[in-house]
């Protein structure tokens, strides 16, 4: 034999011994110890089948927490692809026995009606009398009560059906809302949203189909859209609230172009006054929002009066009607109502009722008084907000006060500087623009001292006053040298401009106030360009000379002032 051939025997003789140890290993196991043995294996057997269990357990509460997409598609779409397909089958066998003749209107609508009832049926016992099957029955139950509607709404509103079966709109509308009201039952009872949306959706789908009715429409809206707020104030839902409240303003507007009447507005501001209640009451309710609750409740605060004044501004323009003053005024009486009302609330939503209800005051008074008064009235509107601010505490009608002395300003400077009649010599009293600014001048100077006076008072409220008296202070000099400049020109400006200037040193240096020096220094600046600038080449000369003389005096006298109360001066910026 060769050498590879012996090698191949040796591997093959090892081989033979190793299985020959294994044997006698097991022969030796044998004879040993039965009873160890086998409670060695029923021991491992038995950790093994408890690991098995707790690896299912912990599988089985994994799943629990997380749910695949499997159990997700399996819990929810199937079960509504299912019904809808059902839905659809039962559709298109209608279909057919319609088209070969098979059956008539009424029995349609019967058998449509036992479908759906049936469906309806089908849900509520399976998630009644079987664990697990909740979500499928309110689908079933969801399909099943839509069925229903469309057959009540085709038994009127298909010709064929309406002129076999009889029924009238009133007939109609009235079944159609009873199946309505049964939804809302549902709803209740289920404690479900989209039983609710869907409900919603179905009464205000039957209003609009009897927009035809009359005044009668809109008392079934309004019965709807009351039940429609006791159900959202029940079961805290927002959404459908506000839902809701653009539905009602929706059908009140095809109502209204069909041939709607002015008194309608009566309805339109109940239902304003309804869900503003009504949202106030379920945000007090809720107390502590989520994000999403956050934002429905700012959506409603905002966007149901802002609905409402543009379908109330539209239905007077329509109608002729001049005084829409009375919605703003209206509307803002209404937010600050519910702003004081609210106050108890623990949600930071309530200074937003203010906030969204200032913008409609001053529409109003716009829309109601003349452009000088609307100044004046927006002044004083002005100083009793941070009036009641600093008496009340409230840091939030400190701000409606700053923006109402904002639009006044702005108002002041951009509208009435060209609109109002200017300085008249001969009657005195037509120069409105003088007054305009003198009205808002007042208004800042009276909130300057407010503040000043009341530093604590801001302080309480996280206000920063020193803030609050430099901007009301600087605005006070720029409306003071708009209101010179528009009145009085040549020689005669530069004079009154210098004198003013040197008036805020004195007055800077005697309340030891940095910001009126500076005040001082930035219009004496002004003052000495124009003099420069303007006066040298557009004056005569006796005017020029007046001015040049006259702002050497003022200079001087101030440099000197400056000289005389230097260390005044310095110690008050130190």
């Given amino acids: 034999m060769t050498g590879e051939e012996d090698s191949r025997i040796d591997d093959l003789e090892e081989k033979v011994e190793n299985i020959d140890d294994r044997l006698s290993r097991i022969e030796d196991a044998l004879t040993g110890d039965k009873e160890d043995i086998g409670g060695s ?49 039962i559709a298109f066998s209608i279909r057919y026995a319609i088209q070969q003749d098979l ?46 509607y469309f057959v009540v709404y085709a038994s009127y509103h298909f010709s064929g059906y309406q002129q076999a079966i009889g029924l009238t709109l009133e007939q109609n509308v009235f079944f159609l809302a009873a199946v309505a009201l049964g939804m809302f039952a549902i709803a209740v009872r289920e404690n479900s949203k989209v039983f609710g949306a869907e409900a919603v959706t179905a009464g205000f789908a039957t209003a609009y189909l009897g927009t035809n009715i009359g005044y009668y429409i809109l008392i079934y809206v309004g019965l709807l859209a009351g039940g429609t707020a006791l159900l959202s ?67 409603s605060i905002y966007v149901t009066p802002l609905l409402f004044t543009a379908l109330a501004t539209l239905e007077f323009m329509e109608s002729g009607i001049e005084y829409l003053y009375g919605i703003y005024f209206g509307i803002f009486a209404l937010q600050t109502l519910v702003y004081f009302v609210s106050q108890n609330l623990d949600v930071d939503l309530e200074n937003h009722y203010l906030f969204s209800g200032i913008p409609f005051g001053l529409t109003g008074i716009f829309l109601y008084f003349s452009d000088f008064w609307t100044t004046v009235v927006y002044s004083a509107l002005a100083i009793l907000l941070v009036f009641l601010s600093l008496n009340l505490g409230r840091k939030e009608i400190s701000y409606g006060g700053y923006f109402v002395s904002a639009v006044a300003g702005s108002k002041v400077l951009i509208y009435d500087s060209w609109r109002l009649a200017g300085l008249s010599y001969s009657n005195p009293l037509s120069s409105t623009r003088l007054f305009a600014y003198l009205a808002v001048i007042t208004g800042f100077t009276v909130i300057y001292l407010l503040s000043r006076l009341n530093r604590d008072g ?30 009085i020109e040549g020689f005669r400006l530069s004079v009154l401009w210098g004198v003013y200037g040197l008036c805020l040193l004195i007055m800077g ?50 440099s000197y002032i400056y000289t005389n109360y230097s260390n005044r001066i310095e110690e008050a910026v130190g």
């Fill in 41 to 89: 294996l029923e021991n491992n057997f038995d950790s093994s089948s408890d690991s098995s269990e707790e690896r299912d357990d912990s599988s089985e509460d994994s799943g629990m927490k997380s749910p695949s997409l499997e159990s997700e598609v399996g819990l929810k779409w199937l079960g509504r692809i299912g019904v809808l397909a059902f839905v659809l089958g």
């Fill in 103 to 148: 059956i008539g209107y009424t029995t349609r609508i019967v058998l449509g009606l036992i479908a759906g009832l049936g469906i309806s049926g089908l849900g509520w016992f399976a998630k009644e009398k079987f664990s697990g099957y909740e979500r499928w029955g309110r689908t079933l139950m969801g399909g099943g009560t839509g069925i229903v």
């Fill in 233 to 299: 104030y029940y079961k805290n839902w927002l959404a459908i609230h506000l839902y809701a409240f653009i539905s009602t303003m929706g059908i009140y507007r095809i109502w209204s172009e069909i041939g709607g009447h002015e008194s309608g507005l009566i309805f339109l501001t109940s239902m304003l006054a309804l869900f503003t209640a009504s949202s106030s009451a379920i945000l007090h309710k809720l107390r502590e929002l989520n994000d999403l609750d956050r934002v429905l409740g700012l959506a």
């Fill in 458 to 487: 801001l302080r309480k409220m996280n206000l920063d006053y020193n803030l609050v008296e430099r901007a009301f202070s600087w605005s006070i000099v720029l409306l003071s040298m708009t209101a010179i400049g528009l009145e």
């Fill in 509 to 558: 240096i005697k309340l030891r106030l940095t910001y009126f020096r500076r005040q001082s220094i930035a219009v004496l600046g002004i003052t000495t360009f124009k003099v420069f600038i303007v006066d040298t080449s557009g004056l005569d000369t006796f005017s020029r000379t007046v001015s040049f003389l006259v702002l050497g005096i003022l200079l001087i006298a101030s």
